[in-house]
């Protein structure tokens, strides 16, 4: 069972995270599609909840699955008052926080996801900031737009670093997208959606099995 401050890392299967879940129908599809993680997205966004929202749906997820807040660049104050009250039990920082700010979230007992868009100056390495997880992403997260994952394997994480791919997956692209970038997991959020901020169960559903299918490469 996974624990706050951690990640499983038990099998070789891809870690697989589904993000901006808005409704009962989004969680319960995703839980049963075998979801790893679950983002809740807490910043200004069409996918954008509250935290009694986010509350009564982290409610609805067995402890195997990893309930994710998404932030960019808010005080830390309402960061830990928003985790806080929904209970979730990871936090996804997507803006310039620093290492005190990764300190203080790490010492309340959230898992921190590190978000960075590739291409950064310096390649990313997990842990630079105390984060459990780096998350390799679109310049524009959550925008759905692909970038050249070919160069990631190669230059960003160490060999058994935990990184997750994100940035423009979908059921039909994420085999390739994997054996292109050799991450340890893969997130997705516009590409399980109909249209911008409503998800598509079928989608959700395909996206799972797709990755399922697809081994993680070997560190
Ligand atoms: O989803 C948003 O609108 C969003 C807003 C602000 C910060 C992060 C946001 N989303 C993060 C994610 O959903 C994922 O981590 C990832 O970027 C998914 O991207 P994509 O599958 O390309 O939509």
């Known amino acids: 069972m996974r624990q706050a401050g951690t990640v499983n890392d038990t099998t070789t299967s891809l870690f697989i995270k589904i993000c901006g879940l808005r409704t009962e129908r989004d969680v319960d599809t995703a839980v049963e599609a075998g979801a790893d993680a679950v983002g809740f997205v807490f910043s200004a966004s069409p996918r954008q909840v509250d935290a009694a929202t986010a509350a009564r749906l982290c409610r609805r997820v067995p402890e ?12 830390l ?34 898992t921190l996801i590190r978000a960075a868009a590739f291409g950064e ?13 780096l998350l390799l992403d679109a310049p524009v997260p959550g925008s759905g737009v692909a970038w050249d994952w ?5 230059a960003v994480p160490g060999p058994g670093e935990k990184w997750l791919l994100a940035g423009g997956l979908t059921p039909d692209n ?8 050799r991450p340890w997991g893969v997130d ?3 590409g399980v959606e109909r249209s911008r901020g409503i998800k ?4 959700i559903t395909a996206f799972a099995a797709a990755a399922r299918a697809t081994a993680r490469p070997p560190a």
């Open 64 to 75: 195997h699955v990893l309930t994710v807040g998404v932030f960019r660049d808010e005080p």
């Open 77 to 110: 104050p309402d960061v830990r008052a928003l985790a806080g009250e929904a209970g979730i039990r990871a936090v996804q920082l997507h803006g310039s926080e620093g290492r005190e700010y990764y300190d203080d979230l790490g010492a309340g007992g959230w």
């Open 121 to 133: 100056a310096a390649p990313p390495r997990c842990g630079e900031l105390g984060e459990d997880l």
């Open 150 to 154: 070919s160069g990631a394997a190669a």
């Open 174 to 181: 994420v085999r390739a997208a994997v054996a292109a970038a």
């Open 188 to 190: 997705v959020s516009s």
């Open 200 to 203: 598509d169960p079928a989608l």
